[in-house]
C-alpha cells in the first residue's frame, strides 16, 4: 500500500501531497515534450507560408500542420492543464488526491492516446488538419489515440472533482474553495463538455475509418466538432485566467477586488463560453440564421463580459496591493515599479494585454455573423487563435513553469539572465506575428492553402504587393517566436537536468489545513478620484477605445463588398 506524506514547500509554504505531486511533475514534462515537438513542426509551417523560401513540399506541409496543430492546441495544453488541475485541487486545498491509482491510469491513456495519434500522422497518412473534416478520412489509429486521449483527459477531470470532495470532507480548508480553485474548477466542467462532444463525433468517424458505418454526415460532423475544437480553447481561457489570479497573489500578494463578482464571472463562462464555438460555422448554409444570430451575439455577450470583467480585476488587484505598498504617484507608478525583471509577473502581464487587445477584439469581431464573412477561411483565423492560445494560454502556462521549478521540482533555474529575457521575445513577437498575419487575412490570404500564389492554378489570382509583404513578416516573427519557445524548453529541461537540487522541506504524514484567513482593507482606502484602481480604469478605457474603433472600421470594410451582390 502507498504511503501518503505531504512535503511543504519552505519558499511558498505550499503543501504537496507525494502521489499528487508526481502526477504534476510527469503531465508537465509531458506538455512540455509536446511544446518541443510542435515547435519543430512550426519551423516547418512559418518556413513555407513564407512566400519567398516556401519550403517543403504539399504532402509534408499538411502532413506538418497536421501534428502541429494537434501538437499544440491539445497535447501541450491538455497535459499542462491536468497538472495545473491537481496543483489546484490537492496542492491549494492541502489534500490526498482521489484514486491516484486512476490518474495514472488516466495519464497512461493520454500519453498512449497522443503517441497514436502521431505516429499515424507522421506515417503519411492522416494529413488531414486538426479539423479532421469528413469524408477526407485519417488512418483508423489516428481517431483512436484522440479519442484514447480523451478519455484519459476525461478520468483526469473526475479525479480533479474527486479530490475536491476529499477536501471538503476531510475539512482541509474553512469556507469557499479558493478563488483560482473555482476558476479550475470552471475549466474542468468546461472540459467535460468538451471532450463529451469530441467523443460523440470521433467515435462514429473511427467506426467510418475501419468500415463498420457508411457515412457520416459533414454538417453535423462540423457542428459537433467545433464543440470540442473550439471549447477545447475555453478550457485553456479559463485555467489561465486562474493562473492570472494565481499569480497576482503570488508576485503581489493581491486579492480580488470582489470575489463574488470574479467568481460570477466563472460562472458565465460555464453557461455561455462554448456558444462562440459558433463562429466556425457560420459560413455554413445548414445551420439557420436565428441560431447563428442568437449564439454569436446575445447569449455571447455574456461570455465578453465575463471577460472583460478578469481583465479589469485582475490588474485592478494588483494595482490595489502596490498602492497599498506606497506606489501612489500618479496612475501608473504601480505598475512601473512592478518587478519586471520576474518572468513569471511579466509573463503573465503580456498575456493579459495580448490576449485582451489582440485575441479579445478579433475574436468578438469574429463572432459577428456579417463580419465574418470578410475573413472566414483567411489567414485572419489563425492570427486569431495564435492570439488566444499562445499569447494567452501558452505564455500564462511558462510564466507559472518558472514559479514551479523551484517549488514543484525542487530546482534552482539555470541562466535566470535568459529567463528574464524570453517572455518579452516570445510574446511581442507573438504580437506582430498576430498582427500581421490578422492584416494579411483582411487581404483575403488564405487558412490552409499551401501556397498563397496558387503557381501553376490555371486561374491564377495575384494579390497585392502587401499580402506577400506581410506574410515575409509572418515568417520572420513566427521564427523569432519559435527562437524564444526554444529559450523556455531550454531553460525548463536544463533545470530539471542541471539545475541546483534545492532543500525540499518538512515532509509529515498528516495534511495541514488551510488556516483562517483574515478580512482583507477596504480596497478604497486607495487611489485616487474616487477610484480604487485609476490605472486600471484608464486601460480599461483604452482597450474600449480600441474595441470600438476596430469595431467599426470592419463594418467599413464590409461595406465595400456590398457592392458585388
Known amino acids: 500500500m502507498t504511503t501518503t506524506t505531504y512535503r511543504t514547500c519552505p519558499r511558498s509554504g505550499l503543501q504537496f501531497e507525494s502521489q499528487a505531486e508526481k502526477l504534476m511533475i510527469v503531465n508537465a514534462v509531458t506538455a512540455v515534450v509536446a511544446l518541443l515537438v510542435g515547435g519543430i513542426l512550426a519551423i516547418g509551417v512559418v518556413l513555407t507560408r513564407w512566400p519567398t523560401i516556401h519550403w517543403l513540399a504539399a504532402d509534408t506541409f499538411y502532413m506538418v500542420l497536421t501534428a502541429h496543430g494537434i501538437d499544440m492546441l491539445i497535447f501541450w495544453i491538455i497535459f499542462f492543464e491536468m497538472a495545473v488541475l491537481y496543483f489546484c485541487s490537492s496542492t491549494l486545498l492541502r ?18 492516446g497522443a503517441i497514436m ?169 445548414g445551420v439557420s440564421t436565428a441560431w447563428k444570430v442568437v449564439n454569436t451575439s446575445y447569449f455571447m455577450y455574456f461570455a465578453v463580459l465575463a471577460s472583460m470583467i478578469h481583465g479589469l480585476t485582475i490588474p485592478g488587484a494588483i494595482e490595489v496591493a502596490q498602492r497599498a505598498k506606497g506606489y501612489n504617484n500618479g496612475l501608473f507608478e504601480w505598475l512601473r515599479k512592478a518587478p519586471w525583471g520576474n518572468p513569471v509577473w511579466s509573463g503573465v502581464f503580456i498575456s493579459i494585454i495580448g490576449f ?52 514543484l521540482f525542487r530546482r534552482e533555474m539555470i541562466n535566470p539572465g535568459l529567463a528574464k529575457l524570453q517572455p518579452y521575445l516570445f510574446g511581442f513577437s507573438m504580437y506582430f506575428f498576430c ?21 501553376g492554378a490555371p486561374m491564377a489570382y495575384e494579390w497585392p504587393g502587401a499580402a506577400y509583404l506581410l506574410m515575409g513578416l509572418v515568417g520572420i516573427a513566427g521564427i523569432a517566436a519559435i527562437v524564444g519557445g526554444a529559450i523556455y524548453i531550454y531553460i525548463t529541461v536544463g533545470s530539471l537536468l542541471w539545475g541546483k537540487k534545492l532543500n525540499g522541506g518538512s515532509v509529515s504524514a498528516n495534511f495541514t489545513p488551510i488556516p483562517p484567513t483574515a478580512p482583507t482593507a477596504a480596497a478604497q482606502s486607495y487611489g485616487s478620484a474616487g477610484f480604487a484602481a485609476p490605472g486600471t480604469f484608464v486601460l480599461a478605457m483604452v482597450f474600449l477605445v480600441s474595441f470600438v474603433l476596430y469595431y467599426f472600421i470592419n463594418w467599413k470594410y464590409l461595406s465595400q463588398v456590398w457592392g458585388l451582390s
Open 356 to 407: 485582451g487587445f489582440l485575441g479579445g477584439i478579433s475574436g468578438v469581431m469574429m463572432g459577428t455573423e456579417q463580419l465574418n464573412m470578410i475573413i472566414h477561411n483567411t489567414i485572419y483565423v489563425p492570427g486569431h487563435f495564435h492570439a488566444t492560445v499562445v499569447v494567452g494560454t501558452t505564455l500564462s502556462f511558462m510564466a507559472l513553469t518558472y514559479f514551479l521549478i523551484p517549488v
Open 117 to 285: 495519434n502521431n505516429v499515424a500522422v507522421f506515417q503519411g497518412s492522416s494529413s488531414v488538419m486538426m479539423t479532421s473534416y469528413v469524408p477526407m478520412m485519417a488512418d483508423p489509429t489516428f481517431y483512436l489515440g484522440l479519442i484514447l486521449f480523451a478519455v484519459g483527459a476525461l478520468i483526469g477531470c473526475f479525479v480533479f472533482f474527486g479530490t475536491l470532495v476529499i477536501a471538503k470532507r476531510e475539512k482541509t480548508y474553512q469556507g469557499s474553495v479558493p478563488l483560482v480553485t473555482f476558476g479550475a474548477i470552471t475549466a474542468a466542467i468546461i472540459a467535460v463538455f468538451t471532450i463529451a462532444s469530441g467523443a460523440i463525433i470521433l467515435i462514429p468517424t473511427f467506426l467510418l475509418s475501419v468500415g463498420v458505418i457508411s457515412s457520416v454526415d459533414p454538417l453535423i460532423y462540423r457542428t459537433i466538432w467545433w464543440a470540442f475544437g473550439h471549447s477545447s480553447q475555453q478550457i485553456n481561457v479559463a485555467a489561465h485566467i486562474s493562473i492570472w489570479y494565481a499569480v497576482a497573489a503570488i508576485a503581489f500578494g493581491a486579492k480580488p477586488m470582489s470575489e463574488r463578482v470574479s467568481r460570477g464571472a466563472f460562472l458565465l463562462y460555464i453557461l455561455f463560453l462554448q456558444l462562440a464555438s459558433a463562429h466556425h460555422l457560420l459560413a455554413d448554409p
Open 435 to 455: 498582427l500581421v498575419m490578422m492584416g494579411a487575412g483582411t487581404l483575403g490570404v488564405s487558412r490552409r492553402h499551401w501556397d498563397m500564389a496558387f503557381n
Open 95 to 112: 489534500c490526498r488526491i482521489a484514486t491516484p491509482k486512476v490518474a495514472w491510469v488516466a495519464f497512461v491513456l493520454m500519453l498512449v
